[in-house]
């Protein structure tokens, strides 16, 4: 009988239809795909007759499915899966049977090995094929162009999807087998192994297998794998599949890092950990660097095992760590990671044996080493390590300092998300800090203190008896040694003269006298006598202990050896039993009384210890708040968010900063962030919305009182923006009524507050009412008696405050129609009657807080009353009333001459100071509602019934045309037109009526406001007749209000109110002026225009105050473009230098907004350059350099960089001295010159040529080329790089001879330079405050001085200087801009250097 032949797995499916030779199996026949069918039926019958090894004579039937398997049919291949899984089913069932059978022939064997490879070889075939259909139309699905893509999804992988989960389990029920059996006792074959195993790695390749919905998938491919490696030695091969499978597809790390610490856990398989971790550490950390696919394949396996199985990557981390040398810093983060989940999971607690502590101490030196590490995602992942570290309590005490000063210091970092993650870390060192709840370290200083003294006065009382048990007996007679023995030698010397010997012992001494006798002498430092007592006692008590010879050569051994043994008592006398135990007693009361001490020393050294360290942990915290509080205004979102949130949970631990950072962050409520804002309401919705009280009323207390802290001594802008938080929790819902309820009690003082607290909560009233307008409108009556009584004006804040408050329902009315009538109330309610009433009664009394009331009043009362102007007529009529009266009585008190010294006088009368500043206070502020209240409300009420008289002369003309239903509709449509038209003029018309009222009404005869400006024209004509600083102020502020009535009146008075801004000594009238006449350079702009100059030299006002109110002022104006900016702004740049940081500050807000309007920036800078450089500004070099870099930063755009070079080059020309040369390669040295910018420096070379003799000029250019000499350029850049420094060389050597030239005697002489003024500071000097009355001569008018410096101009045409630019009319290849003549900053002369002074 032919022995059947034997079926060798293939490596290629195409190797079976080759002869391998002879006793192997070989296709016969690959079946067409019609065929298939019928083919598969005869299997399925063979089958059932012959069970699985009819695969034998069918195996061609299945292989042709393989081999057709794209073109044939869903059902053949349906059908095929499901037959082989049944054959492969059957023969798994009946293995156990067969491989147990002792009496299994050899032919038998040899079939059933063929049929289970053969059965394998089809099951896992059709198992990889139905796999790369399912991959390709996971593929197709993920494609977002493809049609129909559900449908052929649906079509090819719904039935392998289903079944592939049983298959699995099927193989790996079938490894499971003790399948050696069939090999005859050997090894089961490799390629059978390979064979089983390799559909399982080809699942895994799939990219979806990460899902959820194939996570029972994932476990029968991890427990199939564990079968080969358990009972098929598949460890090796494992080993190398999966550390290249890593490295190729990404998403199989976490699938694989759960499949390992399955294996370790459940199947014992450890030693695989080692052997993939040693695989991976193996491999050249420069290889890593060049593969980022395979690195962070790597990566996540290591970080993910670390976190499941981390004491075995622990056994096994010396073979990862030469990776954290290497170049790739996603394995040192996984490296590094995995140390942390050791850390945490392994190598936590108190209890770690020393090489556990060893190691963990390495462990941590290496994360903060790498706390520093050259790659930022490095340091960010370092730090989000310690911070799981911290949060897990992982973290030894002795780190905390050290780590905590990391984490300060990369606060620093230039990365942002380092520095999020450094806020994040520090945070959750406060959360999670082992010290206290309350870590203010003002108050640990004071406890620290006093617990180191405490400590100290124990170690001094514990310095003696904590000395003696230290000495041990045998140590003091090893001291006294040398002594003793040198008193035994005299023994046996002569006596010298001066001695006397001891007398014989007498028989009746007792041996323990004796003792007792030579041990006192010893203690008494006596050593000669007792050495010669224990000589005669030796003789006396022979044999006697302690006195018996040992059998020493010599006397004096023995002698010593009896003192040695008395001394130490170590040989206690005969019948001695008894003391002896009471003395080993009495010396274990000693030791308990003297460790008792000790126990308190250390208690104590521990208390100063931790004392100590909480100190230092709040300083270092302390240290952090400051930097991070300069944070919340970063361009980064998420750092400002980091920012905010560690601020609420440094609140919680009672550091006193907190609440500055708390206060800090409430501007960014206006933040156009959306993150930011929510940010801010949700850090003050945890601060003081949830406070930990139990009833409401607690939580109400609580709310009102952290809110009232927050406005103690709070500014302007902060109460601004707690009233935009506040409103907005309002708006919400998110503050309770009984808050509510608590503020109305103390504002009526049923709930007892202090006058602050009351103050603050007639604030926090305003603030939620601008959310709930109902909360003012329904208790209208209460804020009007209560907070108007006689009770309340004592210094009128609160009547100031209520004002404000009601003044919401102005700024708050209701929702409603467009042309909804204004809210206001009627000119008799009760209100108006309160204000007038106190407002008049506090005319009369002296107070400095009767103003800012008067002119809420006022404003509230223009807001809210019909007749408004009536109401303030009364008011204005009753307090002029007053002051006659005074006066009245002043002149009838005329003879008593001793006056007081705070009253004015013009020879007629006296009047005190104060009345006169409240009328002239009251009646600026009047005029300027006045003015606001025709302006705004009257002309919104004009439109407002015009707009409705149209529309209902409109419904009543629609009515009129649909009734008589004419043939044509072009009446219509004119009558439609002519309307828009009359509603189109209107809107001048109304203004023009408004215009007319201020200019020809308000301010006649006959109008009550003409009264009293003789009065405050002469208190501003006469500063030495009224020279009350407040007076002078309030005059000058109400001549500006009364200039904003009337053109004509303002026209009349400007030069007085420019003469005042300028002469004035008194700091506070020019801060007043200066905004005056910035708001009538709004409402008057082409009166004001000549006088802008004016408005320019106030930037240099020797005082602070006044400079920075100037910076303002023309901030709003110059960004508002109320007024034109020439190169007079270079007074604006001299703000940069100023020693004030906060007017710094506002030159600095200047130039960044205006530098996001375009290229203003940019088409300023030439003239500020030029004026800045000039020899007479009085700009210092170093302090030139400083304004420049400053607005160089906002040169960012390479063709203004171009631009700019050329324009710089080309003002060489016109530079006179060496210090304008000096500034302008400054200049050009801070450009980022770029390559054409180098093309612009070569093609404009003769323009600066000259001046290169200068050895400042010449070391800047120098630096400009240096530039491209450390960055990589390219050889036609550095050609010419090269070429520009040999010109600039030559010209600089040439300039040198030549000047040596001059010098050694030429006649002519080199052009001498400017003759310069000391500066004795970086600022210019301040104006002086004397000045020529010729400066303030009115300046004609526009058309005037354009029509005379047209007449004067000269006949020739000057050559116009063309510039390039990056204006956006422009082209954008070639951006040119022309400075014509009229638009060339002119010389001007400033009003100071027309002064006496600085003419001589």
Same mark, same amino acid.
């Given at each position: ?66 081999? #057709? ?135 895994? @390749? ?44 990404? #998403? ?160 620093? &970092? ?124 030796? %003789? ?146 945890? *601060? ?5 009280? &139990? ?40 503050? !309770?009524? +009984? ?10 003082? !049923? ?68 042309? %909804? ?48 102007? /009536? ?11 007053? +002051? ?31 009345? *006169? ?32 008289? @149209? ?38 018309? /109304? ?143 001299? *703000? ?146 090269? @070429? ?30 400017? !003759? ?85």
């Amino acid at each position: 009988m032919v022995a059947a032949p034997e079926f060798h797995l293939p490596l290629v499916p195409a190797d079976l239809l080759r002869d391998g030779g002879p006793g192997r199996y070989v296709v016969r026949e690959v079946l067409a795909a019609r065929e298939l069918p019928p083919a598969l039926a005869a299997f399925r019958a063979a089958f059932r007759a012959q069970g699985a090894l009819a695969v034998l004579e069918h195996f061609d039937c299945v292989y042709s499915v393989l081999h #057709h398997f794209r073109t044939v049919g869903t059902s053949v291949k349906e059908d095929a899966l499901e037959l082989m899984m049944r054959v492969v089913s059957h023969h798994s069932n009946e293995l156990p049977a067969i491989l147990s059978d002792s009496g299994l022939s050899h032919a038998d064997r040899a079939a059933h090995l063929n049929a289970l490879k053969m059965n394998c070889y089809l099951l896992t075939g059709l198992m990889d094929a139905f796999e790369m259909e399912t991959c390709k139309s996971s593929c197709l699905e993920a494609d977002p162009g493809r049609k129909n893509r559900k449908n052929h999804a649906k079509t090819s992988g719904s039935l392998w999807e289903e079944e592939r989960e049983p298959l699995l389990r099927l193989l790996t029920q079938l490894l499971q087998l003790d399948l050696r059996q069939l090999w005859r006792g050997l090894a089961v074959e490799e390629e059978f192994v390979s064979l089983m195993t390799g559909s399982c790695y080809r699942i895994l @390749e799939n990219p979806s297998i990460g899902l959820q919905r194939y996570r029972v998938t994932r476990e029968a491919v991890t427990h199939l794998l564990a079968a080969a490696l358990v009972q098929c030695d598949h460890m090796f091969s494992a080993t190398l599949k999966i550390t290249q499978m890593l490295q190729h597809f990404e #998403h199989v790390a976490p699938v694989f890092a759960q499949a390992v610490s399955l294996w370790a856990k459940e199947y014992g398989l450890k030693s695989l950990v080692g052997e993939l971790l040693r695989e991976i550490g193996q491999k050249c950390p420069q290889d890593l660097a060049r593969e980022a696919s395979g690195v962070k394949g790597y990566a996540t396996f290591i970080s993910e095992l670390a976190e499941q199985i981390p004491a075995l990557v622990l056994s096994n981390m010396s073979v990862l760590l030469p990776h954290l040398d290497g170049e790739s810093y996603m394995m040192r983060n996984a490296i590094l990671a995995a140390m942390a989940e050791v850390l945490v999971q392994v190598l936590n607690g108190n209890q770690l044996e020393e090489a556990a502590r060893g190691t963990r101490g390495k462990f941590l030196d290496m994360l903060q080493a790498h706390v520093c590490d050259v790659h930022s995602f490095v340091r960010s992942r370092v730090l989000q390590l310690f911070t799981r570290i911290v949060q897990c309590k992982a973290l030894p005490l002795t780190r905390f300092q050290s780590v905590v000063s990391l984490a300060v210091g990369r606060l620093k &970092d230039k990365t942002v998300l380092v520095v999020k993650n450094a806020i994040q870390l520090l945070a959750a060192f406060l959360s999670n800090n082992p010290f206290s709840s309350k870590l203010s370290w003002i108050h640990l200083d004071e406890p620290l203190k006093k617990e180191v003294q405490k400590l100290k006065e124990m170690r001094d009382r514990s310095r003696p008896t904590a000395v003696a048990p230290v000495i041990t007996p045998e140590e003091e007679w090893e001291a006294m040694l040398p002594e003793v023995r040198a008193a035994t030698q005299q023994l046996f010397q002569p006596l010298q003269e001066e001695e006397e010997e001891l007398p014989l012992l007498e028989v009746e001494e007792t041996v323990e006298r004796t003792v007792e006798q030579i041990t006192g002498l010893l203690k008494k430092l006596n050593y000669k006598n007792a050495a010669r007592l224990t000589q005669k006692a030796l %003789c006396r008590f022979q044999g006697k202990e302690p006195f018996v010879a040992p059998g020493e050569e010599n006397e004096e051994a023995t002698i010593l050896g009896v003192l040695k043994r008395l001394y130490i008592g170590s040989c206690p006398g005969e019948n001695s039993e008894n003391p002896a135990h009471d003395n080993s007693s009495d010396k274990i009361e000693e030791v308990v009384q003297e460790e008792q001490p000790q126990t308190e020393l250390v208690k104590q050294e521990m208390l100063v210890h931790y004392l100590q360290d909480a100190y230092n942990f709040s300083v270092k915290i302390t240290e952090a708040l400051n930097l991070i509080s300069k944070m919340m205004y970063e361009n980064s979102v998420s750092v400002v968010q980091e920012a905010i949130e560690f601020f609420v949970t440094v609140s919680q631990f009672g550091m006193p900063q907190a609440l500055l950072g708390v206060r800090r962050m409430l501007p960014l409520i206006w933040s156009k962030e959306p993150g930011i804002k929510e940010a801010v309401l949700n850090a003050y919705r945890q *601060l003081y919305l949830s406070p930990s009280k &139990d009833s409401e009323r607690a939580k109400a207390q609580a709310l009102v009182h952290s809110l009232s802290l927050i406005m103690v001594d709070a500014s302007l802008g902060t109460i601004q923006c707690l009233e935009e938080i506040i409103s907005e929790f309002m708006q919400k819902d998110e503050i !309770k009524p +009984a808050v509510t309820q608590l503020l109305w009690e103390r504002f009526t003082e !049923k709930s007892p507050c202090s006058s602050l607290e009351r103050h603050a909560t007639v604030m926090l009233l305003g603030m939620m009412a601008r959310g709930n307008p109902e909360i003012i409108g329904s208790n209208l009556d209460i804020l009007a008696t209560v907070g108007l009584s006689e009770k309340a004006c004592e210094n009128y804040r609160l009547p100031q405050e209520v004002c404000n408050v009601i003044f919401k329902l102005a700024g708050n009315p209701k929702p409603a129609l467009e042309n %909804c009538a204004p809210f206001r109330l009627p000119q008799n309610h009760m209100l108006f009657g309160c204000l007038s009433e106190t407002v008049s009664k506090g005319f009369a009394q002296p107070s400095s807080h009767w103003i800012p009331f008067m002119e809420a009043a006022v404003t509230l009362i223009y807001q809210l009353a019909e007749g408004a102007e /009536e109401i303030c007529a009364d008011i204005l009529h009753v307090c002029s009333q007053q +002051a006659l009266e005074k006066l009245q009585e002043a002149d009838e008190q005329k003879a008593d001459a001793g006056g007081s010294p705070r009253r004015v006088s013009d020879g007629s009368g006296s009047l005190s100071t104060f009345l *006169l500043l409240h009328l002239v206070a009251l009646v600026g502020q009047v005029a300027l509602q006045q003015v606001a209240y025709l302006e705004v409300s009257v002309s919104a009420e004009l439109r407002r019934r015009r707009l409705l008289k @149209e529309e209902k002369t409109k419904k009543q003309s629609d009515t009129s045309t649909k009734k008589q239903r004419p043939q044509s509709t072009g009446n219509k449509t004119t009558m439609e037109e002519e309307l828009g038209l009359v509603g189109a003029t209107a809107d001048d018309t /109304e203004a023009e009526l408004i215009r007319s009222i201020c200019e020809t009404e308000l301010l006649d005869g006959k109008h009550l406001l003409s009264a009293f400006v003789p009065l405050v024209l002469k208190i501003c004509n006469n500063p030495g007749l009224y020279n009350d600083s407040a007076l002078s102020a309030a005059a000058a502020l109400t001549l500006g209000k009364l200039c904003m009535i009337s053109s004509e009146f303002c026209d009349s008075h400007l030069r007085l109110l420019f003469t005042m801004m300028e002469k004035s000594t008194l700091p506070d009238v020019r801060s007043n002026l200066i905004i005056a006449a910035g708001d009538l350079a709004i409402r008057f702009p082409n009166l004001l225009e000549p006088w802008t100059s004016h408005l320019y030299a106030r930037l240099r006002d020797p005082c602070p105050s006044v400079r920075q109110t100037a910076g303002l002022v023309m901030t709003y104006l110059i960004l508002k473009d109320m007024v034109k900016v020439k190169g007079q702004v270079s007074e604006m740049a001299t *703000l940069l230098i100023d020693p004030e940081e906060a007017i710094v500050g506002v030159a600095q807000n200047f130039f960044g907004e205006l530098a996001n309007k375009g290229n203003a920036v940019y088409n300023l800078l030439p003239d500020i350059i030029s004026h800045l450089s000039d020899p007479n500004s009085g700009i210092e070099e170093e302090s030139f350099h400083t304004i420049m870099r400053h607005l160089f930063s906002y040169i960012t755009k390479d063709k203004q960089t171009e631009s700019l070079v050329e324009k710089l080059c080309q003002r060489f020309r016109t530079a006179s001295t060496e210090r304008q040369y000096q500034d302008l390669s400054h200049c050009l040295a801070l450009l980022p010159v770029s390559e054409r910018g180098l093309h612009k420096l070569q093609d404009n070379y003769d323009c600066f040529a000259d001046k290169l003799q200068h050895p400042a000029v010449y070391n800047c250019f120098q630096t400009v080329l240096a530039r491209f000499h450390r960055a990589g350029v390219k050889p036609e850049t550095k050609a010419l790089v090269e @070429e520009l420094e040999q010109k600039l060389s030559a010209s600089h050597n040439r300039g040198l001879d030549s000047a040596e030239t001059c010098q050694d005697g030429s006649q002519t002489p080199m052009p001498a330079p400017a !003759k310069q003024k000391p500066i004795g500071s970086s600022r210019r000097q301040p104006l002086s405050p004397a000045n020529s009355d010729n400066a303030f001569v009115t300046p004609p008018s526009r058309i005037l001085r354009n029509h005379k410096r047209a007449q004067k101009r000269p006949p020739r045409k000057r050559a116009i200087v063309t510039f390039s630019s990056d204006e956006e009319n422009n082209s954008e290849d070639e951006l040119l801009a022309e400075l014509r003549e009229e638009e060339t900053p002119t010389k001007t002369t400033p009003i100071t250097r027309s002064s006496a002074r600085r003419r001589r």
